[in-house]
């Protein structure tokens, strides 16, 4: 069994002056995934979309994610917490972000965008959807070094499995980096791939929707559940629930690319 390293959640003390691991994970992102988005509009250059306008779109990408995560995880998941405690709402260096919340504001961000600006929606998601993987993995790693959103309780014998001690002295999955590497690395790897000599309309879209709500539903059998619900036969988790509709679409993006590839 490994012990659970016990990170300090504040990477940088200046006075009083805090940086978050969080926070450093969601400025990396955005640059990073910036940094990328603009690579692919350069080098896959369709309806306008040029890299100057990929700048301004992400001020809008950045206000979907950090209003629509938050939003959604407080719609999502902790509700009864922020009607009780409602200034709680500010305290995003805490964490308690959802990605599907975020997902849809960005969804709404890019939609927003591409009809104030006249270029096609779908062309501008074909060349966000492959940098989104490289903010999951850093935020992730983020959810790791803060010890938040732990594992299932495992078998002992289990080569990795690890002691969280600010939670129990159980030994668990450490399903956060589970996620890191199959919602982050093994996606973004498939994605780039995929983008490396040029981007069939819809493809890059339904591959992320369709990888994502794979990993996400895979690995949340390995993390402890927030909410379970229970239908019928089958145990959903409030992860793997949100990931279906996002499965179904990517599937039926994916169908839409195999024809326009045609």
Request: proline letters at 0%; a negative charge.
């Given at each position: 069994m490994l012990l659970f390293p016990n990170f300090n959640p504040i990477a940088v003390q200046l006075g009083p002056?805090?940086?978050h691991w969080y926070g450093i994970a969601y400025v990396t992102a955005?640059?990073?995934?910036?940094s990328f988005t603009k690579y692919l509009a350069k080098k896959h250059p369709a309806g306008g979309i040029?890299?100057?306008k990929i700048e301004s779109l992400f001020t809008y990408v950045i206000l979907g994610v950090i209003l629509g995560g938050r939003l959604g995880y407080i719609l999502f998941y902790n509700l009864d917490h922020y009607m009780a405690a409602p200034l709680d709402v500010l305290k995003v260096w805490q964490g308690g972000m959802s990605f599907h919340g975020g997902f849809l504001g960005?969804?709404?961000a890019l939609a927003w965008f591409?009809?104030?600006h006249q270029v096609n929606v779908i062309d501008l998601g074909d060349r966000v959807a492959p940098a989104v993987p490289i903010g999951?993995?850093?935020g992730r790693m983020a959810n790791f070094i803060t010890g938040a959103l732990v594992g299932r309780v495992t078998s002992p014998n289990l080569p990795w499995s690890m002691i969280f001690p600010h939670v129990?002295?159980?030994p668990r999955h450490p399903s956060q980096l589970y996620q890191a590497g199959l919602e982050g690395l093994v996606l973004f790897a498939l994605l780039v791939l995929t983008t490396r000599k040029r981007i069939v309309r819809y493809q890059p879209i339904g591959i992320f929707l369709t990888g994502y709500a794979l990993a996400r539903i895979f690995t949340e059998v390995f993390r402890t559940p927030e909410i379970t619900h229970n239908l019928g036969i089958l145990q959903l988790t409030q992860g793997q629930l949100l990931s279906l509709p996002m499965l179904a679409l990517g599937l039926y993006f994916?169908?839409?690319s195999c024809r326009t590839s045609k």
């Open positions: 002056i805090s940086i955005f640059l990073l995934g910036l040029t890299q100057d960005v969804v709404i591409a009809w104030k999951l993995f850093l129990d002295l159980y994916l169908h839409l």
